[in-house]
């Protein structure tokens, strides 16, 4: 038993969360788990039934996970973007979550900027908003004015929250390590899920992390005038506090609003489309939080074109050139309707891991492409196609990268989004074009040439490295040492054995080095006929010396 299941305050934790579970009837998974093995509780607490029976266990679920607070609200968003683990049904509910909570008292705020920038803090701020413009579970941003007059937010994280979190990981640590054991952990791993989430989850607290994230998509979309990243002043941000240039504008999916202001909505889904193309397929980097909340749309003075406002660039999604470069081969050959090669490509990135029916995989992947045969692009639902890819990826447990898991969630956000502004944009149609372009210049010399030239370096490297290996190889044998070491009986038959398997791996190894060494002289006897006649010679005494060799085995029979 690890030493902090002793300590009072994640015992009492350990109990809550249990109780909680399994008052929505999750009892028997905690059983199975075998937790009361290392933690003493009640066993009655197991056998409790959900109390509301009118609730769905993915209901249930969602409603556990809300009641656990913060980090179990951030583990439920997380799951929500992993259908490889649990149902449809589950993905759908836990993608309701809503990560917001009372809001804490401004006296408690005022407490901890003063810890975190002292007595006089005030000489930072002209003024700060008590009113917080919205309060979630690790932070709440309040509108405040610098000395110079600069409009800005402060992003403060709620007092106490880090003590909580680092307890509620631990716990879910210790858990993950429960689960582990059984045949489903075996599969899934849960240990590494829960590493990746706290690893995810303390990120997210570092707001000098966000900060840096939202420089880089600065930086990315530097020519991109229908996008604004708003400016952090890094002079007054600190690990737990992120003060950040404040944004005005109509959020992003209140059409009413838009509308009556004359925004073309149809250009601001289309500009929407065009930056979730560039910033997955061309940037590998990606805004992994997309709700309406987080966009906020104004209007160029000068051009009078609409411009998007993002903030909050806590969750962030990475794709290595290697991840985009599937996607784009997934893309291809599932437009192509070549669904044994869409299965076959899972099979090579490791996608398809056990023992499952790849012939029926096959016909299910070969219905579902089937079904969108000539349809236009507008009529093609991104959010059905996605969840029968995730019903797939549950039946036949798919396993991807989880970057790949979020970045479908998060395209099945963004698509909503443009489908909200506008009916007929559909984010598919937007991606094909980038697909197709980058497809052709990733087989320009350009492009895959450098890669090469630096594997033929390493292979002419290694080639200048085989005469020193095979000089020290003859070398060892003149000494009588193997490089190798062998263990077996030491009866006389044996001894017997191993002696002529000795003179054979002896002479084999002297041919290959006699051949080796006369390949080194071939291109210095090319200018003498006598040497390259003498080299030729070698050539052949070596090649009877192996042929005699293997005779030799073959008419042994050992």
Same mark, same amino acid.
């Given at each position: 038993?690890?030493?902090?299941?002793?300590?009072?305050?994640?015992?009492?934790?350990?109990?809550?969360?249990?109780?909680?579970?399994?008052?929505?009837?999750? @009892?028997?998974?905690?059983?199975?788990?075998?937790?009361?093995?290392?933690?003493?509780?009640?066993?009655?607490?197991?056998?409790?039934?959900?109390?509301?029976?009118?609730?769905?266990?993915?209901?249930?679920?969602?409603?556990?996970?809300?009641?656990?607070?913060?980090?179990?609200?951030?583990?439920?968003?997380?799951?929500?973007?992993?259908?490889?683990?649990?149902?449809?049904?589950?993905?759908?509910?836990?993608?309701?979550?809503?990560?917001?909570?009372?809001?804490?008292?401004?006296?408690?705020?005022?407490?901890?900027?003063?810890?975190?920038?002292?007595?006089?803090?005030?000489?930072?701020?002209?003024?700060?908003?008590?009113?917080?413009?919205?309060?979630?579970?690790?932070?709440?941003?309040?509108?405040?004015?610098?000395?110079?007059?600069?409009?800005?937010?402060?992003?403060?994280?709620?007092?106490?929250?880090?003590?909580?979190?680092?307890?509620?990981?631990?716990?879910?640590?210790?858990?993950?390590?429960?689960?582990?054991?059984?045949?489903?952990?075996?599969?899934?791993?849960?240990?590494?899920?829960?590493?990746?989430?706290?690893?995810?989850?303390?990120?997210?607290?570092?707001?000098?992390?966000?900060?840096?994230?939202?420089?880089?998509?600065?930086?990315?979309?530097?020519?991109?005038?229908?996008?604004?990243?708003?400016?952090?002043?890094?002079?007054?941000?600190?690990?737990?506090?992120?003060?950040?240039?404040?944004?005005?504008?109509?959020?992003?999916?209140?059409?009413?609003?838009?509308?009556?202001?004359?925004?073309?909505?149809?250009?601001?889904?289309?500009?929407?489309?065009?930056?979730?193309?560039?910033?997955?397929?061309?940037?590998?980097?990606?805004?992994?939080?997309?709700?309406? @909340?987080?966009?906020?749309?104004?209007?160029?003075?000068?051009?009078?074109?609409?411009?998007?406002?993002?903030?909050?660039? @806590?969750?962030?999604?990475?794709?290595?050139?290697?991840?985009?470069?599937?996607?784009?081969?997934?893309?291809?050959?599932?437009?192509?309707?070549?669904?044994?090669?869409?299965?076959?490509?899972?099979?090579?990135?490791?996608?398809?891991?056990?023992?499952?029916?790849?012939?029926?995989?096959?016909?299910?992947?070969?219905?579902?492409?089937?079904?969108?045969?000539?349809?236009?692009?507008?009529?093609?639902?991104?959010?059905?196609?996605?969840?029968?890819?995730?019903?797939?990826?549950?039946?036949?447990?798919?396993?991807?990268?989880?970057?790949?898991?979020?970045?479908?969630?998060?395209?099945?956000?963004?698509?909503?989004?443009?489908?909200?502004?506008?009916?007929?944009?559909?984010?598919?149609?937007?991606?094909?074009?980038?697909?197709?372009?980058?497809?052709?210049?990733?087989?320009?010399?350009?492009?895959?040439?450098?890669?090469?030239?630096?594997?033929?370096?390493?292979?002419?490297?290694?080639?200048?490295?085989?005469?020193?290996?095979?000089?020290?190889?003859?070398?060892?044998?003149?000494?009588?040492?193997?490089?190798?070491?062998?263990?077996?009986?030491?009866?006389?038959?044996?001894?017997?054995?191993?002696?002529?398997?000795?003179?054979?791996?002896?002479?084999?190894?002297?041919?290959?080095?006699?051949?080796?060494?006369?390949?080194?002289?071939?291109?210095?006897?090319?200018?003498?006929?006598?040497?390259?006649?003498?080299?030729?010679?070698?050539?052949?005494?070596?090649?009877?010396?192996?042929?005699?060799?293997?005779?030799?085995?073959?008419?042994?029979?050992?």
């Amino acid at each position: 038993m690890l030493t902090y299941i002793r300590r009072g305050h994640n015992y009492q934790r350990y109990y809550q969360i249990i109780g909680v579970f399994t008052r929505h009837g999750f @009892g028997s998974l905690i059983e199975q788990l075998q937790i009361q093995k290392y933690l003493p509780f009640p066993t009655p607490l197991l056998k409790q039934s959900a109390r509301d029976t009118h609730l769905s266990p993915s209901e249930h679920l969602r409603v556990a996970l809300e009641e656990l607070g913060p980090t179990f609200i951030k583990l439920g968003q997380i799951l929500s973007t992993r259908p490889d683990l649990l149902p449809s049904d589950f993905i759908e509910e836990l993608s309701k979550l809503q990560d917001e909570v009372p809001e804490t008292p401004w006296e408690k705020i005022d407490k901890f900027l003063i810890e975190e920038y002292g007595d006089n803090y005030f000489e930072i701020f002209q003024n700060i908003e008590p009113k917080p413009l919205g309060s979630a579970s690790l932070a709440q941003v309040h509108p405040a004015i610098l000395r110079d007059g600069s409009q800005v937010v402060i992003k403060v994280q709620r007092p106490g929250i880090l003590k909580t979190i680092q307890a509620d990981l631990e716990i879910l640590s210790e858990i993950a390590g429960f689960a582990q054991r059984t045949s489903w952990g075996q599969i899934y791993n849960p240990v590494e899920i829960v590493a990746q989430f706290a690893f995810t989850l303390q990120n997210e607290l570092d707001y000098r992390r966000e900060g840096i994230n939202a420089d880089r998509f600065r930086a990315n979309f530097s020519g991109e005038k229908h996008l604004y990243i708003p400016k952090i002043y890094w002079e007054y941000s600190t690990n737990r506090v992120l003060i950040m240039e404040r944004l005005y504008g109509i959020k992003i999916d209140d059409t009413e609003a838009l509308d009556a202001n004359g925004i073309d909505r149809r250009q601001v889904a289309l500009i929407t489309a065009n930056i979730v193309v560039k910033e997955i397929m061309e940037d590998g980097f990606f805004h992994a939080d997309p709700h309406p @909340g987080n966009f906020l749309i104004t209007v160029d003075e000068e051009t009078r074109e609409p411009v998007i406002g993002a903030m909050d660039f @806590g969750m962030i999604g990475y794709l290595s050139k290697t991840d985009r470069m599937n996607i784009i081969d997934a893309y291809l050959l599932s437009t192509k309707l070549e669904s044994r090669a869409v299965v076959e490509h899972m099979l090579r990135i490791g996608a398809i891991t056990g023992d499952i029916d790849i012939d029926k995989l096959d016909r299910d992947v070969d219905r579902m492409l089937n079904q969108y045969v000539g349809l236009p692009l507008k009529s093609i639902q991104t959010r059905r196609l996605i969840e029968e890819l995730m019903h797939l990826a549950f039946e036949y447990r798919i396993i991807l990268p989880p970057n790949l898991w979020l970045l479908i969630k998060t395209i099945t956000m963004m698509d909503g989004l443009a489908r909200e502004l506008d009916p007929d944009v559909d984010l598919f149609a937007a991606f094909g074009p980038a697909i197709k372009r980058i497809s052709i210049e990733n087989r320009m010399p350009w492009v895959w040439g450098p890669s090469l030239i630096e594997e033929l370096e390493t292979f002419f490297f290694a080639l200048r490295e085989l005469p020193g290996i095979g000089e020290r190889f003859v070398r060892r044998l003149q000494h009588g040492e193997l490089p190798f070491q062998i263990s077996m009986g030491a009866n006389k038959e044996t001894l017997e054995h191993i002696e002529r398997i000795s003179t054979r791996i002896s002479l084999s190894l002297l041919t290959a080095a006699f051949i080796l060494g006369l390949a080194l002289l071939f291109p210095l006897a090319e200018a003498n006929q006598i040497a390259l006649i003498l080299v030729m010679i070698g050539f052949a005494a070596a090649l009877l010396l192996g042929i005699w060799i293997i005779i030799s085995i073959f008419r042994s029979g050992k």
